[in-house]
């Protein structure tokens, strides 16, 4: 005979019920979006060179239109043979992050941040003898954010011993004249950490608090209709 009743489970109901579902969703900051950012750029420090100095980093940085958070993975190894009877177990073996990052900059008509990561490029390596620099000398670090509808930082994290690795050719074509020149440039780093409330306070403040006419594309129009009322 075939058995037609329900399973008997510790818990009875779903987890995922459709009104926790709306109800997890009734915050304006319920959800991140992703033009919600914010990029703070740390060059290295070397006294003895003149080439980073000039620039205004800060409007660099506000003009950093699209970037990646960085991923993370582990190596892992099966264990060996016959060494576990049964299904075989994996081992982590070691920490990996991703190799580069790629961040794009809306230029301005000079060309301004060009200039900044080629110069900051250009400490990695002798112009006329083309002998590689101090791995020191060359290394920065990126901070990262996620904001809030109200530009309050909600994620962060920094990372660590970063530089330019390469910086993508400029394309130039007779387009529209509402088309802007863009800056591609892929980083190298070794590591990236989270930043916490109490590192965030350590930095002196935000680029938003000065910059809160935020752009916000209209995400909302790819959502059911359901959800939307509730926004």
């Given at each position: 005979?075939m058995?037609?009743?329900?399973?008997?489970?510790?818990?009875?109901?779903?987890?995922?019920?459709?009104?926790?579902?709306?109800?997890?969703?009734?915050?304006q900051n319920?959800?991140?979006?992703?033009?919600?950012f914010?990029?703070?750029?740390?060059?290295?420090?070397?006294?003895?060179?003149?080439?980073?100095?000039g620039?205004?980093?800060?409007?660099?940085?506000?003009?950093?239109?699209?970037f990646?958070l960085?991923?993370?993975?582990?190596?892992?190894?099966?264990?060996?043979a016959?060494?576990?009877?049964g299904?075989?177990?994996?081992?982590?073996?070691?920490v990996l992050?991703a190799?580069?990052?790629?961040?794009?900059f809306?230029?301005?008509?000079?060309?301004?941040?060009r200039?900044?990561?080629?110069?900051w490029?250009?400490?990695?390596?002798?112009?006329?003898?083309h002998?590689v620099?101090?791995?020191?000398?060359?290394?920065?670090?990126?901070?990262?954010?996620?904001l809030?509808?109200?530009?309050?930082?909600?994620?962060?994290?920094?990372?660590?011993?970063?530089?330019p690795?390469?910086?993508?050719?400029?394309?130039l074509?007779l387009?529209?004249?509402?088309e802007?020149?863009?800056?591609?440039?892929?980083?190298?780093?070794?590591?990236?950490?989270?930043?916490?409330?109490?590192?965030?306070q350590?930095?002196?403040?935000?680029?938003?608090?000065?910059?809160t006419?935020?752009?916000?594309r209209n995400?909302?129009?790819?959502?059911p209709?359901?959800?939307r009322?509730?926004?």
């Amino acid at each position: 005979k075939m058995t037609t009743g329900f399973g008997t489970f510790k818990d009875a109901l779903g987890f995922g019920v459709l009104n926790d579902f709306l109800a997890s969703l009734s915050d304006q900051n319920a959800y991140g979006r992703p033009n919600l950012f914010e990029v703070q750029i740390h060059p290295p420090t070397k006294p003895s060179s003149p080439a980073m100095g000039g620039h205004d980093i800060r409007s660099i940085s506000l003009r950093a239109e699209s970037f990646q958070l960085p991923g993370r993975s582990v190596q892992t190894q099966i264990s060996s043979a016959g060494a576990i009877l049964g299904p075989q177990r994996e081992y982590v073996t070691e920490v990996l992050f991703a190799e580069e990052i790629s961040m794009t900059f809306i230029s301005t008509a000079g060309l301004d941040e060009r200039k900044f990561f080629e110069q900051w490029q250009q400490l990695s390596f002798n112009k006329d003898t083309h002998a590689v620099g101090y791995y020191r000398d060359y290394v920065g670090t990126l901070d990262m954010y996620l904001l809030d509808r109200n530009n309050r930082k909600t994620f962060g994290i920094r990372l660590e011993e970063c530089f330019p690795k390469s910086i993508a050719p400029l394309e130039l074509s007779l387009g529209p004249s509402t088309e802007v020149t863009r800056t591609l440039v892929s980083w190298s780093f070794r590591k990236f950490e989270p930043l916490d409330a109490e590192s965030q306070q350590s930095l002196g403040g935000t680029i938003v608090d000065t910059f809160t006419n935020t752009v916000e594309r209209n995400l909302t129009r790819n959502l059911p209709a359901v959800v939307r009322k509730l926004l």
